[in-house]
């Protein structure tokens, strides 16, 4: 069993920063590819990004590409999404999955935190 927590998620201006954080207690997280995926308010939950086990594999939605990085640490047992030019529409809940390799749908990930709010709003 791998337990996934988020956090870093706040209100943030149209145009700023945010880092989310994935911390993972219980089984070691480098051995599981892990993603971001978001769901706004009366949407489904859609993918944002992935990484690799080792961090040499990336993949990203076409929505998030250039201003989205994602990243990890597997010593710390972490992941994180740097969030720039953030807009209103990337205003959602956004939850961290582990899961055996990269894909871009919800039900390749085992492993789901409880999700951490990011409101993009002046």
């Known amino acids: 069993q791998v337990q996934l927590v988020e956090s870093g998620g706040g209100l943030v201006q149209p145009g700023g920063s945010l880092r989310l954080s994935c911390a993972a207690s219980g089984r070691t997280l480098r051995t599981y590819a892990v993603a971001w995926f978001r769901q706004a308010p009366g949407k489904e939950r859609e993918f944002v990004a992935a990484i690799s086990w080792s961090g040499a594999g990336t993949a990203y939605a076409d929505s998030v590409e250039g201003r989205f990085t994602i990243s990890r640490d597997n010593s710390k047992n972490m992941v994180y999404l740097r969030m720039n030019s953030l807009k209103p529409e990337d205003t959602a809940v956004y939850y961290c999955?582990?899961?055996?390799?990269?894909?871009?749908?919800?039900?390749?990930?085992?492993?789901w935190g409880q999700g951490t709010q990011v409101t993009v709003s002046s």
């Open positions: 999955a582990a899961g055996v390799r990269i894909v871009t749908t919800t039900p390749g990930y085992n492993y």
